[in-house]
């Protein structure tokens, strides 16, 4: 492997990787600075803290209000099957997305994925905890659930998106 070679692949490696976990160096010095305190988005903090957990039952809320929003181009179950198989689509370019394996089902990635993108579309209130490291999900699974819950987002050629 040529100098050029080896850095288009480290390059593409680090793209593709853009969702990292913070070194245990850095979280022993404020391990709080790097856990989400009201809402999990992502696989990364699931099944952790029982503060966490309640906000599960509001994203599925969230959802299914997303889903009954707007029904004129398709009905709520239209929407959701759409949603489900463009997610379950996306298997590997989320997978590729994290620095770790979560060793998830696919089934299990796709439901978080579902779950935790149309809650941020939804409802944009907690964004200090977006911000964390850990704490996030790819934006291509933004960007086609976008697509296909807000009409006039699909009408928008030409605007893609960068993950």
């Given amino acids: ?17 853009s969702i990292s976990i913070v070194p245990e160096l850095l979280k022993k010095s404020n391990e709080d600075a790097y856990t ?35 029904q004129l ?3 709520v179950e239209e929407k959701l099957n759409a949603c489900c198989e463009v997610i379950w689509n996306l298997n590997d370019q989320i997978r590729a997305s994290y620095v770790v394996d979560f060793n998830l089902e696919q089934h299990e990635l796709a439901k978080i994925m579902l779950v935790d993108g149309c809650f941020l579309l939804e409802d944009e209130d907690f964004l200090s905890d ?9 934006i291509c699974v ?6 296909i819950l ?3 987002f699909s009408e928008r050629e030409g605007e893609g998106y960068h993950n």
């Fill in 73 to 75: 181009y398709m009905s």
């Fill in 1 to 17: 492997m040529t100098v050029s070679q080896s850095s288009v692949y480290y390059v593409g490696y680090i793209q593709s990787r």
């Fill in 130 to 138: 977006l911000t964390l490291l850990e704490n996030q999900i790819p």
């Fill in 142 to 147: 933004l960007h086609e659930l976008s697509r």
């Fill in 150 to 152: 807000f009409h006039y």
């Fill in 36 to 70: 989400p305190r009201v809402v999990s988005i992502g696989p990364r903090f699931k099944r952790s803290e029982e503060t966490l957990l309640i906000m599960e039952e509001i994203k599925i809320r969230c959802m299914m209000y997303l889903f009954h929003r707007e």
